[in-house]
């Protein structure tokens, strides 16, 4: 075998070990898919926060607007707590759901399966324990489970 092609394999090898070790983070990786998929219906200029939108609701599915994701403080509201698994439920491809059918905010993740489901293991490696769950199921050991690093 060639140096150039051991080099080549041995830098390939690196650079993957390195991507599948590296911590997911809201500010490197999250943030960034959320402002290119997510924010025109959840953004700060045009959404409602999580109470107002249930105040009324029917005002702004006319307007097909969502409630307000567009920080980290915002976003980590529909993971662990109050409104407990709503992320994970939304975002899911269809593995996890009790009617195998994928959440419904699992088509925005991107234009092509391959994008959808590459976004999908990013934000389930962020959350850390991808459970469906709502406050009322959900146990302390989940709890623990979940990361949402900043
Ligand atoms: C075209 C507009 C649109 C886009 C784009 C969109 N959403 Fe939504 N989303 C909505 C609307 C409207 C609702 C409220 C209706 C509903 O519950 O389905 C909603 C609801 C949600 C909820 C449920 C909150 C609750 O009530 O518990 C979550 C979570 C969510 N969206 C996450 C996302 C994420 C993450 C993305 C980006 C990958 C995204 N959405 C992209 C319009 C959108």
């Not at 590296?22 to 700060?44: L, M, Q, V, W």
């Not at 915002?74 to 992320?87: E, M, N, R, V």
């Not at 469906?132 to 989940?142: F, G, M, S, V």
């Amino acid at each position: 075998m060639g140096k150039t092609v051991l080099a080549v394999i041995i830098f390939m090898f690196l650079v993957v070990s390195s991507v599948s070790s590296e911590e997911i983070t809201y500010r490197k990786h999250i943030k960034p898919i959320f402002d290119s998929k997510c924010i025109a219906c959840h953004g700060a200029n045009s959404a409602p926060e999580y109470y107002a939108f249930k105040e009324e609701q029917d005002k702004w599915l006319a307007k097909g607007q969502g409630m307000r994701m567009d920080t980290y403080s915002h976003l980590i509201f529909y993971t662990a707590w109050p409104d407990t698994g709503s992320i994970m439920r939304r975002l899911d491809d269809g593995k996890n759901t009790k009617d195998g059918k994928p959440g419904n905010m699992y088509k925005y993740l991107g234009s092509t399966e391959e994008e959808r489901q590459r976004n999908l293991e990013i934000f389930k490696k962020w959350v850390g324990n991808w459970t469906l769950k709502r406050w009322a199921e959900i146990t302390k050991e989940d709890m623990n489970g979940i990361k949402v690093k900043y």
